[in-house]
């Protein structure tokens, strides 16, 4: 992840009831694309936030912690909020602004020991908020820790209010420094899980959990976008993310489609595409768009998963040739192994996104919500 704290005032979080700080001073940033993400069984996720920052869960977005809040009101409050195709089971229920930190961020605060639940190894937050400030006990927030999920502490918006510490801090940075000083996101990580094949921590290596989130996000758009005709995406990186899932999603019929990486540092795109791969600001959310605008889709990454597609690193072959390298390529490293499956796209994400988009109303996307399992079993999610 990428700690680039936006502009604004620093804020502490304070419990609503006694006004105890329950937060170090927080700067904000964008809620990241795998902030809710539920990856594999057993595995441990590293921390969701960076030290020192905060990000902000709108109303239309929740699919957290279930906190006490208002009543979700009429029948169609969901399609209000912007929510298009709910259905029984697919969303949650409570919908109210929400906060999220890094653990290590909280002060002031205790576990409510009758609020621990979880799958195996740690706090899920099902039951509740599960810490509580420590001045005055009532409960403030939710801890998440529990395998499979990134740890988080997630604020409950009714119980704390937001206080401003010092001045305001750095305008965010423009697109081009931005760039200049970000680091790409890479394709594949070693996975760390508990228990399995042999005792203790064991590992392997296997796609970024970051990446697939990222993919269910713009592969929504892209579907949404493509009102069911075939969609093509670049070669190299990026057809290995989407090409395979579209191409069994999308009709064959009609004409094709085209879908291209831009962004700061890339050539201006044709003006004949029709969709365009673009990053997400980190500090503000904001999607960069060309100079002048465009007629384009624009489809939503994460700067660094963008930044691998549009600049992609090279990786040593694993075998190297017999010939001798060229002293650039010499390293002690080896390269990293490469995952044993071909890429798949995060069913949860994809599904939470697409269900708020106003075209998920049409029958044909009601039917992808409705085949995801299969799609999931067939190994495309």
Same mark, same amino acid.
């Given at each position: 992840?990428?700690?680039?704290?936006?502009?604004?005032?620093?804020?502490?979080?304070?419990?609503?009831?006694?006004?105890?700080?329950?937060?170090?001073?927080?700067?904000?940033?964008?809620?990241?694309?795998?902030?809710?993400?539920?990856?594999?069984?057993?595995?441990?996720?590293?921390?969701?936030?960076?030290?020192?920052?905060?990000?902000?869960?709108?109303?239309?977005?929740?699919? %957290?912690?279930?906190? !006490?809040?208002?009543?979700?009101? @009429?029948?169609?409050? $969901? /399609? &209000?909020? *912007?929510?298009?195709?709910?259905?029984?089971?697919?969303?949650?229920?409570?919908?109210?602004?929400?906060?999220?930190?890094?653990?290590?961020?909280?002060?002031?605060?205790?576990?409510?020991?009758?609020?621990?639940?979880?799958?195996?190894?740690?706090?899920?937050?099902?039951?509740?908020?599960?810490?509580?400030?420590?001045?005055?006990?009532?409960?403030?927030?939710?801890?998440?820790?529990?395998?499979?999920?990134?740890?988080?502490?997630?604020?409950?918006?009714?119980?704390?209010?937001?206080?401003?510490? %010092?001045?305001?801090? !750095?305008?965010?940075?423009?697109? @081009?420094?931005?760039? $200049? /000083? &970000?680091? *790409?996101?890479?394709?594949?990580?070693?996975?760390?899980?508990?228990?399995?094949?042999?005792?203790?921590?064991?590992?392997?290596?296997?796609?970024?959990?970051?990446?697939?989130?990222?993919?269910?996000?713009?592969?929504?758009?892209?579907?949404?976008?493509?009102?069911?005709?075939?969609?093509?995406?670049?070669?190299?990186?990026?057809?290995?993310?989407?090409?395979?899932?579209?191409?069994?999603?999308?009709?064959?019929?009609?004409?094709?489609?085209?879908?291209?990486?831009?962004?700061?540092?890339?050539?201006?795109?044709?003006?004949?595409?029709?969709?365009?791969?673009?990053?997400?600001?980190?500090?503000?959310?904001?999607?960069?768009?060309?100079?002048?605008?465009?007629?384009?889709?624009?489809?939503?990454?994460?700067?660094?998963?963008?930044?691998?597609?549009?600049?992609?690193?090279?990786?040593?072959?694993?075998?190297?040739?017999?010939?001798?390298?060229?002293?650039?390529?010499?390293?002690?490293?080896?390269?990293?192994?490469?995952?044993?499956?071909?890429?798949?796209?995060?069913?949860?994400?994809?599904?939470?996104?697409?269900?708020?988009?106003?075209?998920?109303?049409?029958?044909?996307?009601?039917?992808?919500?409705?085949?995801?399992?299969?799609?999931?079993?067939?190994?495309?999610?």
């Amino acid at each position: 992840m990428l700690s680039f704290p936006a502009g604004g005032h620093v804020i502490v979080f304070v419990c609503a009831r006694c006004g105890a700080e329950l937060t170090a001073p927080l700067s904000q940033v964008a809620l990241p694309t795998h902030a809710h993400q539920k990856y594999g069984n057993g595995v441990q996720l590293s921390v969701l936030m960076e030290p020192g920052t905060f990000a902000v869960e709108s109303e239309s977005e929740t699919w %957290g912690p279930s906190w !006490p809040s208002r009543d979700a009101g @009429a029948p169609d409050a $969901a /399609a &209000a909020l *912007g929510i298009h195709a709910s259905a029984d089971g697919m969303l949650s229920g409570d919908v109210t602004d929400s906060f999220v930190i890094a653990p290590g961020d909280t002060r002031g605060t205790v576990l409510i020991p009758e609020k621990t639940s979880g799958y195996c190894c740690g706090l899920d937050g099902t039951d509740g908020p599960n810490m509580a400030c420590e001045a005055c006990d009532l409960p403030v927030a939710s801890r998440i820790d529990d395998c499979s999920l990134w740890q988080a502490v997630w604020l409950a918006p009714n119980a704390v209010h937001r206080h401003a510490v %010092g001045d305001p801090g !750095p305008a965010p940075l423009p697109w @081009a420094d931005l760039t $200049a /000083a &970000a680091a *790409g996101t890479p394709p594949y990580e070693p996975i760390t899980s508990w228990g399995g094949r042999q005792l203790g921590l064991y590992h392997w290596w296997s796609w970024s959990p970051r990446w697939e989130a990222a993919a269910g996000r713009a592969l929504a758009h892209l579907l949404a976008a493509s009102g069911g005709r075939p969609v093509s995406v670049p070669h190299g990186p990026t057809a290995d993310v989407f090409q395979r899932t579209l191409d069994a999603l999308l009709s064959a019929d009609g004409p094709t489609l085209h879908a291209a990486l831009a962004g700061p540092n890339l050539p201006a795109p044709d003006t004949d595409t029709d969709l365009l791969l673009v990053p997400e600001h980190p500090q503000t959310g904001e999607t960069w768009a060309p100079a002048g605008g465009t007629s384009a889709y624009l489809v939503p990454l994460p700067l660094g998963v963008w930044l691998w597609l549009a600049f992609p690193e090279p990786h040593l072959p694993a075998d190297p040739p017999p010939q001798v390298l060229p002293v650039e390529l010499l390293r002690d490293d080896p390269p990293s192994p490469r995952p044993d499956h071909l890429f798949r796209v995060d069913a949860g994400v994809f599904r939470h996104t697409l269900l708020r988009l106003p075209i998920a109303c049409d029958p044909w996307l009601r039917e992808v919500l409705e085949n995801l399992p299969t799609y999931v079993r067939s190994g495309l999610f």
